[in-house]
């Protein structure tokens, strides 16, 4: 079994159908799936995306607003879902803590790598939010940055498709889920798994990267539990 996980969820995942904000039931049904790996042990810690509310790229399109601020404004989003995740977790009795790459000790604590993994052995989950802190970067690229910096085993995204696959299998039919890939052909084909910069992280860390469907119930937990009937796209060497 895994020990420690790092999983990441992108914003639009809490939007549900509504394309926008936080779907309450979605938010229930996440904390359920790794209330389920932290019962049998598991230490986790999760990053969460903004897109749900803002996205640097999109907000600056007019001009009106410049890139930098943007992104922090995507970042800040960030810490919105993740308070709201330490809210559902804790509701179905899971110990939390949020941990923000920004300074905002108001509302959460601030990262602290050994702090980070003080929580982790003690069972309670990390929510890393604020991305990297620093404009310009991806949520996935914090969570790449922050599996590797807790050593987890590996970074688990969590999508709405079952892996990865050759070619956008919401566009084409004939779409084939491509089981293990390396980070060099995740690279070359484009294939868009996470961005470039967060598989360069991963690929130079050593950090395999799991594709999973985070609506196919029970699914991370058999990932966790390295059962053959688990569904997956695996990207490592
Ligand atoms: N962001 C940033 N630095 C980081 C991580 C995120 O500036 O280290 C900003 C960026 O504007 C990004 C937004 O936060 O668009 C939300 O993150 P992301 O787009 O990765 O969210 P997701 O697509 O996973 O919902």
């Known amino acids: 079994m895994i020990k420690r996980v790092l999983v990441k969820f992108s914003g639009e995942a809490l939007a549900g159908e509504n394309g926008f904000g936080i779907d309450s039931s979605i938010l229930k049904y996440i904390a359920l799936e790794l209330k ?16 749900n509310f803002v996205r640097g790229v999109s907000a600056s399109e007019s001009g009106l607003i410049k890139r930098t601020s943007g992104d922090h404004m995507g970042m800040l989003a960030t810490v919105i879902n993740g308070i709201a995740m330490q809210e559902a977790l804790e509701y179905h ?6 941990q923000s790459a ?15 993994i003080r929580h982790l ?21 914090a969570a790449t940055l922050r599996a590797i910096e807790i050593e987890s085993e590996m970074i688990i995204k969590a999508t709405k498709v079952n892996g990865v696959y050759d070619k956008d299998p919401a566009k084409f039919s004939d779409a084939i889920m491509l089981k293990n890939i390396s980070y060099e052909q ?6 868009k798994v996470m961005d470039d910069t967060a598989i360069a992280l991963a690929k130079d860390n050593s950090l395999p990267i799991v594709v999973c469907n985070m609506l196919l119930e029970g699914n991370l937990l ?4 390295k059962d053959e009937n688990a569904v997956f796209s695996r990207v490592s060497n």
């Open 36 to 51: 389920s790996l932290v019962t049998l042990g598991v230490q986790v810690g999760i990053v969460i995306g903004g897109g």
């Open 93 to 98: 009795g899971v110990d939390v803590r949020v």
């Open 102 to 116: 920004l300074e905002i000790k108001e509302v959460c604590e601030t990262y602290i790598n050994r702090r980070a």
């Open 121 to 141: 052995e003690k069972g309670r989950v990390v929510i890393f939010v604020a991305g990297t802190g620093n404009p310009f970067f991806t949520t996935d690229t």
């Open 186 to 191: 995740a690279l070359k084909d484009n294939i």
């Open 222 to 225: 058999k990932i966790i539990q």
